[in-house]
Structure formats: C-alpha cells, structure tokens
C-alpha cells in the first residue's frame, strides 16, 4: 500500500490536473481546454506506443528532444498530417503542459526546450466589412436582453474597439479619469509601448451615453468598464458579447472582437491612410507588422467608403 500511495502520478493524471487548471485557475474557454486535451493526449499515446509503456509523470521528465521530434514528424506524416500552423499549436500545448508538470508537480524537462517548432508564415489579418461592423455595434446598441446601462456599455467597448483599433486589453484598461474622453487617448499597449489614439465623435458620444447610464459610483483609478454586479469587465464579457450579437446577425466566426481591431486598420488603408501612420495608430513596433494588412483585398470592404473612417 505504501508503494501505491507513493507512485507517482500517470501521464493521464497528470493530463487531467493540468486540464482543470487551464478551466478553472487560467478561466481557458471550454474550446481551448478541448483543443489542448486533443493535442496532449495524442502526444502521450505516441509515447506509450514508442516506449511500450504507459507513462507516468517520472517519464514524463525524461522524455528527449529527439523523441518529441520523432512524435512531431509522426504528425506531418499519415492520413492526416498537420499543417506547418497546426504543429505549431500542437508543440505549444505540449510545452505548456511540461511547464505545469515543473511547476506543480515538480517535474522539469529542459531537453525540450532545444525543440523548434515549423516556421509560419503570418496569415493575412481577417477583417470584417464596413456593413458588418455597423451591424455589430447597431445590434449591440438595441439589445433588449440587457439592462440599458449594459447595452451602453456593451455599444461603447465594441466602437472603442473600431474606433480607436483598440485591443480588448487597452479598451478594458481605461479608467474612470479617462472618461469624459478627449480629442485623444493615451493608450500602454503590447510591450509597455505608449501611443496616441484619435478619439472620433461617434466613439466620445457612445462612451457619454454609457457614461450616463451607469448605476455605479467610481473612483478616477477605478477601471471604466464594469460588469454587472460593479466588477471590472472581463475579456471573456465581450467575446461572449461579440458570439451572441455575430449569431443574431449571421455574421460569420472570423467576426471577433479583435476582427473590429483589424477591420479599423484595413478601411482605414482602402480609404487613402499610410502605413507609417496605421503603424502608430496600432502600435505596432514594427512596419512589417502593419504590412500584412496590404495582403487584405480591401475592394469589398470598402464599397462605402469614401476617404475616411466611417465614424469620422
């Protein structure tokens, strides 16, 4: 009994107690968690087969860097082999999964560290057009389901979002002294990097209008944006938001929140705007970031437009 109490735990074990901490400690959405369980549990069937043994998470330490190569050009062989993105994705999970098994049960594996993923071309950003856009913010603005307080807040994130080309991070992280906003906002994006963002009428007026709403009392440090019991808003608040209102108006999946980010950006480059300054707008530390969005045929996106966003 002593020996069983003592055996380390197996690789399945081990497989479920990350799982649990990606949904409940990380808050991983149902289809990550699905996703990750897919790419691991076939890594660990690779090498119970390649070992002839079922794994345990001791195993799990000394598995080398030329046995996850080995399981890797399993994957790029067979009936269905993986795209370069894919196995990518794939090596992802899996170091995530040997960083919980350092972290939490104490079981490091360095070797794996030598493994380099498939080189990926960057896909083309995937906006959605100008119609749709509209759509969302619209749909948003009439949605009877919420408090009307919810529905303004819900109308000012989404046109901070296309706007502004905001990341939900950056809209979410605006506090109650930035608002009334001005004729720009002072964003800290992606790598403490600091830009300016012109703030259009359309945006200043839908954050008035939740502003005006609003049933809570906030300090200026405060976070802007409040959830429904007066907590700051959570990302996963406007994903969820952007699901719900892109399945009432058919719109397709590419329709997120970042796609409103991306959509501000092409238009903006099919109605005259130059790269350098799309660069600034975004915060982008590189051209070459900005560049992919050249790749975006934007002549059906832009049937409405003339030289300028939208909202201006």
């Known amino acids: 009994m002593a020996d069983a109490l003592s055996a380390p735990p197996s690789a399945g074990e081990a497989l479920a107690a990350w799982l649990r901490h990606l949904a409940h400690e990380r808050r991983a959405s149902p289809r990550t968690v699905d996703a990750y369980r897919a790419c691991v549990t076939a890594y660990l069937a690779f090498l119970d087969l390649h070992r002839g043994e079922a794994m345990d998470v001791a195993g799990l330490g000394g598995v080398t860097a030329a046995e996850l190569r080995a399981y890797l050009a399993s994957r790029r062989g067979g009936e269905h082999p993986l795209a370069p993105r894919s196995m990518s994705q794939a090596l992802s999970a899996i170091r995530a999964f040997h960083r919980f098994l350092d972290r939490r049960l104490g079981t490091a594996n360095a070797a794996l560290a030598l493994v380099r993923g498939p080189r990926v071309k960057p896909g083309a950003p995937r906006p959605i057009s100008e119609d749709q856009a509209r759509g969302l913010l619209a749909e948003a603005a009439g ?170």
């Open 143 to 312: 949605d009877e389901d919420l408090a009307p307080w919810a529905t303004a807040r819900d109308e000012a994130v989404l046109t901070l979002l296309y706007g502004c080309g905001l990341r939900i991070s950056e809209a979410l992280s605006l506090k109650r002294a930035d608002a009334p906003l001005g004729e720009s906002l002072r964003i800290l994006g992606k790598g403490s990097k600091t830009r300016i963002a012109p703030v259009l009428p359309a945006v200043r007026e839908a954050v008035d209008a939740y502003l005006a709403a609003l049933p809570f009392a906030l300090g200026p440090e405060e976070p802007l944006f409040r959830a429904a019991r007066g907590g700051p808003l959570s990302p996963r608040h406007v994903q969820a938001t952007v699901q719900r209102l892109r399945g009432r108006l058919g719109l397709p999946e590419r329709a997120t929140p970042h796609a409103l980010r991306h959509s501000f950006a092409t238009h903006l480059l099919g109605a005259g705007a130059d790269l350098r300054s799309i660069q600034e707008l975004l915060g982008h530390a590189s051209l070459s970031t900005t560049q992919r969005y050249t790749a975006v045929d934007a002549a059906g996106l832009l049937s409405a437009y003339a030289k300028a966003h939208p909202h201006a």
